[in-house]
């Protein structure tokens, strides 16, 4: 199997990172220096009784030694909609990124203006979007991008009759308010 062959060259690598030498690890691991050896090379299968003592020196996973699982990068997230607004995840649910592709429709009344912790970069894709940010009112057109400080009041939605769809990315908070409150 080609995953267990990286193991040795990975446990090689480890070791020499904290500066030890064979004799070194094979010490503290109660294991002989020559089985260490033949491990790393290759040259020695490798079982789950020689490696776990070998990781706990070497202060690892032996999911550390393994190459990462190729998993497939699509994001197939089902979109969610909330006061009007339809929010399409462009992130999986593990990652620190939070980034949407979200549809304001036209609206008689903009939103009352809200705050959280952090910042939002928002990135204009089609129609035009209003944006409420403190005392200002901004247009925003297609190809026109805006950050700023959460903590700063502001609201969003379409300026005029059309949607308008927005790539944003924003902060933890900023996604439980975005899509888990009801407007």
């Not at 690892?60 to 997230?77: E, T």
Request: charged share 25%.
């Amino acid at each position: 199997m080609d995953e267990l062959s990286q193991v040795g060259p990975r446990l090689r690598a480890a070791r020499q990172a904290r500066g030890w030498t064979l004799d070194d690890l094979a010490a503290r691991a109660s294991v002989s220096a020559s089985t260490l050896s033949r491990l790393e090379s290759g040259k020695r299968q490798v079982t789950l009784e020689l490696l776990l003592p070998l990781t706990r020196q070497l202060g690892i996973r032996v999911d550390d030694l393994l190459p990462p699982a190729d998993r497939d990068p699509r994001v197939r997230r089902a979109p969610l909609k909330r006061g009007g607004l339809v929010m399409v995840p462009l992130a999986p649910e593990s990652s620190t990124l939070r980034a949407y592709r979200i549809t304001y429709p036209p609206v008689a009344k903009p939103p009352a203006p809200r705050v959280h912790d952090g910042h939002e970069w928002l990135y204009v894709l089609s129609g035009q979007l209003r944006l409420l940010l403190g005392d200002q009112e901004l247009v925003l057109s297609p190809g026109e991008a805006a950050e700023f400080d959460t903590r700063v009041p502001h609201a969003m939605c379409a300026a005029g009759v059309e949607p308008a769809e927005v790539l944003s990315i924003f902060n933890e908070a900023g996604e439980r308010l975005h899509t888990y409150s009801s407007e």
